[in-house]
Structures are given as structure tokens and as C-alpha cells.
């Protein structure tokens, strides 16, 4: 069965799009990630000395507050990218039917 001739256009538009997002947005993710996992690390040792008395609580709490941070950041840049994949999907016309959606 041959492809219409504006669906094969839209394919190869997404296919075209998708690699450049793919391949673009990579740092950012990779940054985030290092960054949680710096804080996280960070807090683990804040903790060890918060238990042998060379911290306090109030570095231990700023440790977690940081750590915790990190690790939103990174989950809500995820949300993001899953969000503009989706957006991506159905501006190419990804299959999505309104008519279906509606009910």
C-alpha cells in the first residue's frame, strides 16, 4: 500500500524534526542529571558528618533542599520533553483523531 503523497511529506517532517530534537537536547537532560546527582552525593556526606557531630542540622536540611531541588528540576525537564514529543506527534498528525478524543 503506497502512502498518500502530504502523509509521506508529514512523516519524513516528523522523522526531519524529531532527530533535530533528539540530537539537540541532550546536554540539558545529561547537565541535569550530573547536577542531582552532585547534590545527592553532596547530602550523603553532609549526612555522614551531621552524625558524627561535624554538621549541623540546619547544613544538613540545606543539603536536602538542594538535593531535592536538583532532582525537580530534572523530573519536571523530563515532563517537558515527554510534553513537546506529544505536541510534536500530534501537530504531524500522529494518528490522533479529536472525534475520539471528545468522547
Given at each position: ?27 540539558l537532560p ?74
Amino acid at each position: 500500500m503506497h502512502l498518500l503523497q502530504p502523509e509521506l511529506h508529514t512523516r519524513r517532517a516528523f522523522l526531519r524534526r524529531s532527530t533535530q530534537l533528539g540530537l539537540a537536547g541532550t546536554a540539558l537532560p545529561f547537565a541535569l542529571n550530573l547536577a542531582a546527582m552532585g547534590e545527592a552525593a553532596a547530602f550523603t556526606a553532609t549526612e555522614q558528618r551531621w552524625r558524627g557531630g561535624l554538621a549541623s542540622a540546619a547544613e544538613l536540611e540545606d543539603a536536602r533542599r538542594l538535593a531535592l531541588a536538583a532532582q525537580s528540576a530534572e523530573v519536571q525537564l523530563q515532563r517537558e520533553r515527554i510534553g513537546a514529543w506529544i505536541a510534536l506527534y500530534k501537530a504531524a498528525g500522529g494518528g490522533w483523531n479529536a472525534a475520539e478524543q471528545a468522547r
